[in-house]
């Protein structure tokens, strides 16, 4: 029995183990020795980029010999932090004449073009990945967006013989039928799936999709390396993370965004204030460039009391996340990949949560009861949550120590599969 089968088993799933191969093999070593990675990186989501990294990271070990690419939604960002040769998703429309004409006819001619281009640089490569991410979550755009884009190029791989891996993914919800036929076309279309957590397995199910070969592994940002401290680094008082993030809701763009983020910014504000009135330092912490509001906000309303236990510095990367929280002792936070890397540098985390991955994730890490949703989570019990968990920090750390510990050791087995499969040297 393969290690990819067994751990479905233990996940309470039965079936054969995913798909080896392609109906329609690359023909050349070339090919072979060319993989392509595709998602929505270099936007500014430090979750996404980490997922990246620690693709690359992987393939650079195990692979390489291999030409890597990159397609991604800013190519420029991704060159310059990564190091490697990107492609856009889509072509940009730099005249104004061809931008008239594809508004003109309905778009047609622009994703007609952006069809070609996916296949002209597929055709060189033996397999696109697709690293972690919530690739498979609409986010609520429209159909003609990110999910068009992910059927279009998995289509374009289909028909260039280039095979296809999903690996450690995110998926749902996917609120419009459209966008749902797409994007489970486009996952049907690969040799291999794998999900990061249970939710998004059922979520696939629950919409009709067959996973009898797929499985489930962490996300891929567990394989990240984290930062050893040295004793002079340490802070010998308490040091909490506090999370922020730029929640305006599920779908920010909903009119009652503004209202719903000046009332999170308030909670979180009164929750600091209570720590630094009770002698902790409080480290403000980020995972997006789109955090920053977030982050002034908080401050504003707390004002200038006690602000010199208050500290926040700006990130680019998820390392530089891991690193910041690798310098706390307990965290409090919002956005997944904040409480990824509190796990990862074996902190005890409360999540408040906006989507199930957050809770299925403490839940494997035997912190489920401490989760409160984010659309309505009590300050109160916040205080009470947290006093709990300083004090049963210790005891916390050993577990969340060992889960990550089996974490890693699972990436590891995933990595093994691919290497003999999809991302094999014919």
Not at 290 to 304: K, Q, R, S, T, Y
Not at 356 to 381: A, I, T, W
Not at 394 to 407: A, D, L, N
């Amino acid at each position: 029995m393969s290690a990819v089968h067994e751990l479905r088993v233990s996940h309470g799933k039965s079936g054969p183990p995913p798909r080896p191969r392609s109906k329609v093999a690359a023909t050349t070593r070339g090919r072979e020795e060319c993989i392509a990675l595709f998602g929505l990186f270099g936007c500014g989501n430090l979750g996404n980029d980490g997922s990246l990294e620690s693709m690359l990271s992987f393939l650079k070990e195990k692979r390489p010999d291999a030409r890597v690419f990159c397609i991604c939604k800013m190519p420029d960002v991704v060159t310059e932090d990564f190091g490697i040769e990107t492609v856009p998703i889509r072509l940009p429309k730099t005249k104004n004449v061809a931008r008239l004409l594809d508004r003109i006819f309905l778009k047609v001619p622009g994703k007609a073009m952006d069809f070609i281009h996916a296949i002209r640089h597929l055709r060189k490569a033996g397999v696109m990945v697709v690293p972690g991410t919530g690739i498979l979550d609409d986010f609520g755009e429209a159909p003609k967006g990110v999910p068009f884009d992910i059927f279009a190029w998995c289509l374009a791989a289909r028909l260039a013989g280039t095979r296809i891996a999903f690996v450690s993914i995110g998926a749902g919800p996917i609120r419009r039928r459209l966008s749902r036929w797409l994007m489970t076309s486009a996952a049907r279309m690969a040799d291999y799936r794998s999900y990061r957590d249970t939710g998004s397995m059922d979520f696939m199910e629950s919409v009709g999709f067959d996973t009898s070969g797929d499985s489930i592994y962490p996300d891929l940002a567990f394989k990240l390396p984290v930062p050893l401290l040295a004793d002079a680094e340490r802070s010998r008082q308490v040091t909490v993370g506090v999370g922020v993030m730029n929640y305006r809701g599920w779908y920010g763009f909903e009119e009652r965004g503004q209202g719903v983020f000046e009332g999170y910014v308030a909670k979180m504000a009164q929750f600091v204030a209570h720590l630094l009135a009770n002698g902790y330092n409080v480290r403000l912490l980020t995972g997006d460039d789109d955090d920053a509001p977030a982050v002034e906000a908080v401050m504003a309303a707390l004002g200038e009391s006690h602000k010199q236990r208050l500290s926040y510095e700006p990130v680019r990367h998820l390392h530089d996340v891991i690193s910041q929280v690798s310098r706390t002792d307990l965290v409090v936070a919002t956005r997944f990949h904040n409480v990824v890397a509190a796990l990862m540098a074996e902190k005890p985390v409360i999540s408040l949560s906006y989507a199930p991955k957050n809770d299925l994730l403490l839940e494997r890490m035997g912190l489920g009861g401490y989760c409160q949703h984010v659309d309505s989570f009590d300050v109160g019990l916040l205080l009470e949550q947290f006093s709990r968990l300083a004090e049963n920090r210790e005891e916390h750390s050993r577990t969340i120590s060992c889960r990550v510990g089996k974490f890693r050791k699972s990436l590891e087995l995933q990595g093994e599969f691919l290497l003999s499969t999809v991302l094999r040297k014919d």
